[in-house]
T-cell receptor, first 116, second 113 residues
Framework: GAGVSQSPSNKVTEKGKDVELRCDPI?????LYWYRQSLGQGLEFLIY????????KSGLPSDRFSAERTGGSVSTLTIQRTQQEDSAVYLC??????????????FGEGSWLTVV | GNSVTQMEGPVTLSEEAFLTINCTYT??????LFWYVQYPGEGLQLLLK?????DKGSNKGFEATYRKETTSFHLEKGSVQVSDSAVYFC????????????FGKGNQVVVIP
């Protein structure tokens, strides 16, 4: 597609439920990133994929968070047993080349998660 | 590790005023530096970037120069417009960090007519 696409754009869920957030990166982009944006915390890195593997998961805040990527394309971020502190905007981003730090990373519009 | 520090607090200024947002960084190796902008209700967009020392990034009247000696990448615009009201994030990436972006906390800029 033309840009990074995320769904759902908004999700309200009850505490304790599981949620899945989807990201469709720009076609051909091999690198994919998940970030979280919340008030007071700014933009936090969660996980990085190169192809289907995740060499850097260091930002996942707990074992309730997991992510996968299939076919070198679509990625799903799953949050199990959601808590109120998980409420945030979850941003997906992609980039077209590994090993070049000057590459532009393109962001989707985010999935706004509210846990009630 | 890699980190970015932006000046504290929102910035409020009048139309046609000069804007400066300070950004300093700490990084391993030779990072690339970026400014991203988030307009109200929209996603993050790249505003400009610089990939090596002394490079100047520019776009939409904004400029920032990569200063290795002061580890800074301050954003400037000579004459702001109401449409420049947004949140501005300074960021860096480096090969040693899997090229992931490390962001500053962002500055909200409000331009008053």
């Amino acid at each position: 597609g033309a840009g990074v696409s995320q769904s759902p754009s908004n999700k309200v869920t009850e505490k304790g439920k599981d949620v899945e957030l989807r990201c469709d990166p720009i076609s051909g982009h091999t690198a994919l990133y998940w970030y979280r944006q919340s008030l007071g915390q700014g933009l936090e890195f969660l996980i990085y994929f190169q192809g289907n593997s995740a060499p850097d998961k260091s930002g996942l805040p707990s074992d309730r968070f997991s992510a996968e990527r299939t076919g070198g394309s679509v990625s799903t971020l799953t949050i199990q047993r959601t808590q109120q502190e998980d409420s945030a905007v979850y941003l997906c981003a992609s980039s077209n080349r590994q090993g070049a730090s000057g590459n532009t990373i393109y962001f989707g519009e985010g999935s706004w998660l509210t846990v009630v | 590790g890699n980190s970015v520090t932006q000046m504290e607090g929102p910035v409020t200024l009048s139309e046609e005023a000069f804007l400066t947002i300070n950004c300093t960084y700490t990084a391993t190796g030779y990072p690339s530096l970026f400014w991203y902008v988030q307009y109200p209700g929209e996603g993050l967009q790249l505003l400009l970037k610089a990939t090596k020392a002394d490079d100047k990034g520019s776009n939409k009247g904004f400029e920032a120069t990569y200063r290795k000696e002061t580890t800074s990448f301050h954003l400037e615009k000579g004459s702001v417009q109401v449409s420049d009201s947004a949140v501005y994030f300074c960021a860096l990436s480096s090969y040693y960090g899997n090229n992931r972006l490390a962001f500053g906390k962002g500055n909200q800029v409000v331009v008053i007519p």
